[in-house]
Nanobody, 123 residues
């Protein structure tokens, strides 16, 4: 059984920062992509960022470019999302996910999901 647990969400003022973490257990994710998605109330789940197993390649949605940084620690099977200069429109539940593919940017390409962590950005 694969278990993915996010942490680090919370309430922050606009312009502030948060660092989300996602710890994966139950199997190794060698050569597999890990990603972050978010879902705001009344909206569909959307891609935020993804990173290859080596960490050599990362992809970002336009909304997070220049503000978000995805990274991973394979020794700890943990993926991180550093979010800076947060905006009120970043408010959402953030989900981490793991794919059996080497890279994936669409939700249906991911096989394992965490339960989500709430990020609320106040003005």
């Amino acid at each position: 059984q694969v278990l993915m647990v996010e942490s680090g969400g919370g309430l922050v003022q606009a312009g502030g920062s948060l660092r989300l973490s996602c710890a994966a257990s139950g199997r190794t994710f060698r050569y597999n992509a890990m990603g972050w998605f978010r879902q705001a109330p009344g909206k569909e789940r959307e891609f935020v960022a993804a990173i290859t197993w080596s960490g050599g390649s990362a992809y970002y949605a336009d909304s997070g470019k220049g503000r978000f940084t995805v990274s991973r620690d394979n020794a700890k099977t943990t993926v991180y999302l550093q979010m800076n200069n947060l905006k009120t429109e970043d408010t959402a539940v953030y989900y981490c996910a793991a794919s059996i593919r080497s890279m994936a940017t669409m939700a249906d390409q991911y096989d394992y999901w965490g339960q989500g962590t709430q990020v609320t950005v106040s003005s």
